[in-house]
Every structure is written in C-alpha cells, then in structure tokens.
C-alpha cells in the first residue's frame, strides 16, 4: 500500500501533466465540499490549467459570498472532453448526483470511512478532520504558494466540517493548517460571521418552529428533531435554512445526540445524526447506506415517520450506550 506522501506525489505529477480538469463533489454540498474544490481549483488556475467545477445542487446562501463560489455550475450530467475528473468527499461516483464521470481518469480524494476506492488514483484519509486538509498537502506539494483565496477555503472547509471545532477528528494537524491560513492572510471572524451569521427571518422562524416541537428520549440523552414541507413553508423558509440548526440542541449539556429528520421524497426521510465524544452515530448512518463522520453523519430512511423516529432513535440510544459502558 502506498504511503501518504507517495500518494500525494502521484496526484500531483498527475495534476501537473494534465491541462483539463472537472471537479465536483457529493450532493447538497457543504463547506467542506465547497471550499475544498474551490481552493484546489484556485491553486490548479495558478499552474495554468484548465478548470471547471459541476455540482448536482448550489451551495447554501451562506458560502455563496466567499471567492469564485458563484462561477460553479449547477447539472446532473457533464458532457466534454477531459485530461481527470477530480471527485471529493464522495464514497462513491452516485454520490455526487452527475452521470457521466465515468468516462474521466478519476482521482478520489475523501476522508470518510467506507469510501468504494473508485477511481484511478485514490487517496483516502480516515485522519483528516476535513477534506480540505488533503487539498491543502496538495496545494503544498503543488507549489504554488498559498494565496488569500486558497486559504479562504481551506479554513472554511475545516471550520464548518469540525463543526467549528467541536468535533473529535481535530488534530495538531488542524490548527497547523488553520495557522498557516492566517498567516496567508484570511481573516477568520470575518469567515465565521458570513458562514454563521447570514440568517433571514425565515430561518429564525424556522429554527423556532423546528426546536418548539423537540422531543426528548426517556432518559433525556437524545433530542429528536422533525420537520416537513408544510412546517417550512408555514415558518417562510427552505429546507436550506436548516443548516446548522441540528446542532442547537447539543449546547443542552445533558444532551448527547440528535437526530433530525426531514420529510424528503417518495415517502422518505433524511436523518442527520450528530453526537459527542464517543458516541458513534457514523455506524448507525452506515446500517442504512449513509455515511459521515463518528459524531457527525447521514442516511435516508423510508417511513412512514413513526417508524423510521423509533428505528433510528433506537440505534442511537445504543450507540449512547456503548459508549457509556467504555468511558
């Protein structure tokens, strides 16, 4: 097997032999997926290549105002002709919601468990506590220096998968990183603001209505959290408006996990699931086909909702469990 700094040499003799390139990351994309692409695409521009980023769905309204967010574009399937496609965060290929990737030299860069190794050259992390850590060891071998841009990215993808830093991925490695971003300039409470503190009233109508109906478990560890198109509409908001809100409850020191669950299609529901400590929700996500981090991850779960709430809830109480009896 090949070493990580092997690994990283052959992805970048390959970035650097190739002119043409399409990157695009997992559905719904969030900081991580965002601001990983887009600083490799920064650093990718400043050696000359060509690049172009396609993802399934835009970025949330608070990501659209860093640099370059707005030239992605929005489709289901890429067409053209080029030298790699360069898909991050991604378990595997459907992850991202475009069909015809497969045609491409495809380097796989993620740091979720479970990834299916798909492509030509893959470079799993299970360490990084964000995607745009490895972007950054790239950028690094690249070098092409660490431009304002760049590290934008860099430390919003850390700052929002850490979940601004309360997850138990961080490392010495992360706030090395994060150093080096201020030293190249960003300026972090200013990204802090824009990522946390562009709400509308929508949303804070919807964090209200949403948190009103909470429900706790019997023993008063886990919150379960519901909300439906109607509910959204009702508050004036989106689906959007939600990010972030799954994790209000975890200030409640009592609580150890949430699960919250939206209404989605074909009479499913999506269950973001998020933890402290060693509570591993990643496992439970991962029994129904979804993935993410120990304290931060996702699935789809058919309903109806009474069903799916004590299946999952069910789990998660085990999971709390477990991680009782080894503390």
């Given at each position: 097997?090949?070493?990580?700094?092997?690994?990283?040499?052959?992805?970048?003799?390959?970035?650097?032999?190739?002119?043409?390139?399409?990157?695009?990351?997992?559905?719904?994309?969030?900081?991580?997926?965002?601001?990983?692409?887009?600083?490799?695409?920064?650093?990718?521009?400043?050696?000359?290549?060509?690049?172009?980023?396609?993802?399934?769905?835009?970025?949330?309204?608070?990501?659209?105002?860093?640099?370059?967010?707005?030239?992605?574009?929005?489709?289901?399937?890429?067409?053209?002709?080029?030298?790699?496609?360069?898909?991050?965060?991604?378990?595997?290929?459907?992850?991202?919601?475009?069909?015809?990737?497969?045609?491409?030299?495809?380097?796989?860069?993620?740091?979720?468990?479970?990834?299916?190794?798909?492509?030509?050259?893959?470079?799993f992390d299970a360490g990084a506590a964000a995607c745009g850590e490895m972007v950054f060891d790239i950028i690094k071998e690249l070098g092409t220096g660490l431009t304002v841009e760049m590290a934008t990215h860099i430390y919003?993808?850390?700052?929002?998968?850490?979940?601004?830093?309360?997850?138990?991925?961080?490392?010495?490695?992360?706030?090395?990183?994060?150093?080096?971003?201020?030293?190249?300039?960003?300026?972090?409470?200013?990204?802090?603001?824009?990522?946390?503190?562009?709400?509308?009233?929508?949303?804070?109508?919807?964090?209200?209505?949403?948190?009103?109906?909470?429900?706790?478990?019997?023993?008063?560890?886990?919150?379960?959290?519901?909300?439906?198109?109607?509910?959204?509409?009702?508050?004036?908001?989106?689906?959007?408006?939600?990010?972030?809100?799954?994790?209000?409850?975890?200030?409640?020191?009592?609580?150890?996990?949430?699960?919250?669950?939206?209404?989605?299609?074909?009479?499913?529901?999506?269950?973001?699931?998020?933890?402290?400590?060693?509570?591993?929700?990643?496992?439970?996500?991962?029994?129904?086909?979804?993935?993410?981090?120990?304290?931060?991850?996702?699935?789809?779960?058919?309903?109806?909702?009474?069903?799916?709430?004590?299946?999952?809830?069910?789990?998660?109480?085990?999971?709390?469990?477990?991680?009782?009896?080894?503390?």
């Open positions: 097997m090949a070493t990580r700094n092997e690994t990283v040499g052959r992805i970048c003799r390959e970035l650097r032999d190739r002119q043409r390139f399409l990157l695009t990351s997992h559905v719904r994309p969030d900081g991580d997926s965002i601001g990983s692409q887009m600083a490799l695409a920064y650093a990718l521009d400043r050696l000359g290549k060509k690049v172009r980023i396609v993802n399934h769905d835009p970025a949330a309204a608070g990501l659209q105002a860093f640099p370059g967010v707005s030239s992605i574009e929005i489709a289901d399937h890429v067409e053209g002709e080029y030298d790699a496609a360069i898909v991050l965060e991604c378990g595997d290929l459907s992850r991202t919601g475009v069909t015809g990737l497969e045609r491409f030299f495809i380097v796989n860069i993620d740091h979720h468990p479970g990834n299916a190794m798909f492509g030509a050259i893959n470079w919003v993808a850390i700052l929002t998968d850490t979940g601004s830093f309360h997850y138990s991925s961080i490392s010495p490695r992360t706030f090395d990183i994060c150093r080096q971003t201020l030293e190249a300039g960003i300026d972090p409470v200013s990204i802090a603001r824009t990522v946390f503190d562009s709400n509308n009233v929508g949303r804070l109508r919807l964090f209200g209505l949403v948190l009103s109906s909470i429900q706790l478990d019997t023993s008063g560890r886990l919150a379960v959290i519901y909300l439906d198109r109607e509910m959204a509409h009702k508050a004036g908001g989106t689906y959007d408006d939600t990010e972030g809100l799954i994790n209000l409850p975890l200030t409640v020191k009592e609580i150890q996990a949430v699960a919250f669950f939206k209404e989605w299609e074909n009479g499913e529901y999506r269950v973001s699931l998020r933890s402290k400590g060693e509570i591993d929700v990643g496992q439970v996500a991962k029994g129904f086909g979804g993935g993410g981090h120990k304290n931060a991850s996702g699935c789809t779960v058919p309903g109806p909702y009474a069903h799916a709430r004590d299946l999952i809830t069910g789990l998660v109480v085990d999971a709390i469990d477990r991680a009782a009896v080894t503390a």
